[in-house]
């Protein structure tokens, strides 16, 4: 099992900046692939953003590309999310997740093996 917790969540302006992180613990971290799903109200959970156990390759929706940079930290077991320029649209809960073994240039939630409880992130116009 992995256990992984969110944090840095909160409300922010149009335009300005936040950084997420989650925290990994019960296996060994730097084996996982880890990503960032967004879900706003009403609708599905979708990809944001993925980092890989190899090599460091990441992998963006097409929507935060240019915005948003995932970085980890295996020594201290931690993945994060810099967001820039943040749009309303950007609002939503956000989670962490990971996969040990798929890899790719597109993530479904179905590919992802565990998954934190997510924090809130909202965008004011």
């Known amino acids: 099992q992995v256990q992984l917790v969110e944090s840095g969540g909160g409300s922010v302006q149009a335009g300005g900046s936040l950084r997420l992180s989650c925290a990994a613990s019960?296996?060994?971290?730097?084996?996982?692939?880890m990503g960032w799903f967004r879900q706003a109200p009403g609708k599905e959970r979708e990809f944001v953003a993925a980092i890989s156990s190899s090599d460091g390759s990441t992998v963006y929706a097409n929507s935060v590309k240019g915005r948003f940079t995932i970085s980890r930290d295996n020594a201290k077991n931690t993945v994060t999310l810099q967001m820039n320029s943040l749009k309303p649209e950007d609002t939503a809960i956000y989670y962490c997740?990971?996969?040990?073994?798929?890899?790719?240039?597109?993530?479904?939630?179905?590919?992802?093996?565990?998954w934190g409880k997510g924090t809130l992130v909202t965008v004011s116009s």
């Open positions: 019960g296996r060994t971290f730097s084996n996982y692939n």
């Open positions: 997740a990971a996969n040990q073994f798929f890899w790719g240039t597109y993530f479904r939630p179905g590919d992802m093996d565990y």
